[in-house]
Nanobody
Framework: EVQLVESGGGLVQAGGSLRLSCAAS????????IGWFRQAPGQEREGVSC????????YYADSVKGRFTISSDNAMNTVYLQMNNLKPEDTAVYYC?????????????????WGQGTQVIVSS
């Protein structure tokens, strides 16, 4: 059984930082790319960042470039999203997901497995 478990969300002031973790079981990171997505109330889920350690590539949405950093610890089967200089518009539920296509992509349709999400709230 594949499981993705997010952690690290919380309440932070604008300009602050959080580090999200996505712990995976039932899959091997060499065979999957892992993405982070977020969904704010009333909005569609959007891709934030993605990493494919197999091909050594990453993707960042324009809205988070220079502020967020994705990394992978394959030995721990965990992907991290370091979020710095957070803004109120970053407030959302953050989800991690795995795609067996190994592609670095923000297309939700490519992802096979999803976590339950972790809430991030950035106050102004």
């Amino acid at each position: 059984e594949v499981q993705l478990v997010e952690s690290g969300g919380g309440l932070v002031q604008a300009g602050g930082s959080l580090r999200l973790s996505c712990a995976a079981s039932g899959i091997t990171f060499d065979d999957y790319a892992i993405g982070w997505f977020r969904q704010a109330p009333g909005q569609e889920r959007e891709g934030v960042s993605c990493i494919s350690s197999n091909v050594g590539r990453t993707y960042y949405a324009d809205s988070v470039k220079g502020r967020f950093t994705i990394s992978s610890d394959n030995a721990m089967n965990t992907v991290y999203l370091q979020m710095n200089n957070l803004k109120p518009e970053d407030t959302a539920v953050y989800y991690c997901a795995a795609t067996g296509s190994r592609l670095v992509t923000a297309d939700l349709r490519e992802y096979d497995y999803w976590g339950q999400g972790t809430q991030v709230i950035v106050s102004s």
